[in-house]
């Protein structure tokens, strides 16, 4: 990795990159979910461009840290930023969601490919990564666990016995990062199932617990290099998001769930984003 | 069945640092010798069972095989998606291994039953799923698990009960044990119900029938040529098994059967899908769903020589 691919300007560019290509994708294979990828995107971006120590050429190093990412509705944000950091060639990328293709609309583990688990079924991802946290912290490897989940996916009381395993057994191994974006598949979560006060639930559980602006690369990145919030805690970070962030007229907007931009819609989209790049 | 399986399992976990056993919260006392010898390997997550399958499924990924144990339902229902998706669809070396198969927990009623267990394990991709029939045998499954690739469920039960026990008949997992040979009909047992096959196959042979006997330990992958040899030997076939006699041991036989050409006549004896509100222990609930020694008995000779004078008219 060069040097200054961590820097903030650096990541902000990359983000517009991986936003770019995620259009592409979504628009090619008229699939859903463009909402759930952007609001995670510059999550992504923090961490596989110095947030974690993961690398193309380091697949299957024991001490490499294990991310999962467990809203695997949102794939083609991971398989961007897998690209991007140079895990998936540009074959595997245009390969998305087509048929006799290479990669599925949920992520399928492969970790020659950087993909440690499979995902798509919500509020699974943290009760695998405990368990990762957990032999890893038994084998006194210094690896860490990565899982980010969607908001949607704390209301799966699995997600919970996760939370209640990861504080008692002192998980200091394991951050979990929340898409708190606020909007889940039908709608806004204060009309579903209020999530508020986030940090408060998890500190009871005995977790150290942030809420960052999920947009913001200064706050990810400085999260992201004060972990563990709390020796002897597993760490929460509460990215707040827009779903749809990067693309006005896609922010916080339920139907960008579900809705692939047409002809009209993708332009405006990548002239917003591309003007992003130069940000 | 249930202390002998994991006095072994102890012994080989004080050998193997890698495996581990995870129970949700249950087992009293069965987990004693393995939290006395390697304490570091137990892990008692709490009444948690979809997080115990995850949890699993995290640690198998990190290099560990990892048992976990509940009561039936819980472990393979209440658990079940993360078992298809974590577990099997991973192809990890999780090992499953469910207490209470069919009416063993009696009076505690409908919620601790495991009848449908064999049915949703058998569909799960990659599962092996073996039920052992003794204590011993029991043994031999906790020695052959260790080096099993992949997911595996031990369904364990009762053992060695009405005298029929005892017995370390169990090679090898997916290898049929013929257990008794007779001409008039075939016998195809798992689990608790083997002993009862042998008790029955003993009654037939006094009104004259001879019957074999098949322990069919492994429901998956299921001894086929086992099957098709019984197909071409025997005009009655019966399965025999202490779950619904949807999908489990009499439908994957009844799948063999069907293909191999099987014109004889073929009977699943198991448990009806719509339960009756009875109370009672196993051998109470066995007799009133006719499972029991008498009740296999009559229903065969009933089978055998109704049909014999059938075809005799």
Known sequence: ?279 | MRKAFYERMAAIALANPDVNFLTGNLGYKFFDEIRAKCPAQFLDVGVAEQNMIGLAAGMALCGKSVYCYSIIPFLTLRACEQVRVDVCYHNLPVKLVGMGAGFTYGQEGFTHFGIEDLAVMRAMPGMTVVVPDTIENAVRVAELSVNHKGPLYIRLGRAGIHGAGNKSTLKAIGKAVLLRQGKDCALIAIGNMVAVAEQVAESLSVKGIKATVINMHTLKPLDEAAVRACAGKYQFIFSLEEHSVQGGLGSAVAEVLAESGFSGKFERIGIPEKLDRVIGDADYLWAHYGLSPAKVTTRLMKTIRGKCRADQI
Request: proline share 5%.
């Open chain 1, 1 to 279: 990795m060069p040097e200054n691919v961590n820097s903030l300007k650096n990541h902000a560019k990359i983000a517009a990159q991986v936003r770019c290509d995620v259009l592409d994708m979504i628009c090619r294979t008229k699939g859903p979910h463009i909402g759930p990828c952007y609001s995670c995107v510059d999550l992504l971006v923090s961490l596989y461009f110095g947030g974690m120590k993961v690398s193309p050429g380091a697949l299957t190093d024991p001490e490499r840290d294990r991310f999962i990412f467990s809203k695997g509705h949102a794939s083609p944000a991971l398989y961007a930023v897998l690209h991007r950091r140079g895990f998936l060639t540009s074959a595997a990328i245009s390969g998305f969601a087509v048929n006799g293709g290479t990669l599925q609309q949920h992520p399928d583990y492969d970790v020659k490919q950087g993909i440690e688990v499979s995902s798509g079924s919500l509020g699974h991802g943290l009760s695998i990564g405990a368990g990762m946290a957990y032999a890893l912290k038994k084998d006194r490897s210094p690896a860490r666990v990565f899982v980010l989940i969607s908001d949607g996916e704390l209301a799966e009381g699995s997600t919970w016995e996760a939370i209640l395993f990861a504080g008692h057994h002192k998980l200091d191994n394991l951050t979990l990062i929340v898409d708190y974006n606020r909007m889940y598949a039908l709608g806004p979560a204060k009309e579903t199932l209020d999530l508020d006060p986030l940090a408060d639930k998890f500190k009871a559980f005995n977790w150290g617990a942030r809420i960052i602006d999920g947009h913001s690369f200064k706050d990810i990145n400085k999260a992201l290099a004060a972990l563990p919030f709390s020796k002897g805690k597993p760490s929460l970070i509460g990215a707040e998001t827009l779903k749809g962030k990067g693309v006005s007229f896609m922010e916080n907007e339920l139907s960008w769930h579900y809705s692939c931009p047409d002809e009209k819609e993708r332009t405006c989209a990548c002239r917003e984003l591309k003007g992003g790049e130069h940000k």
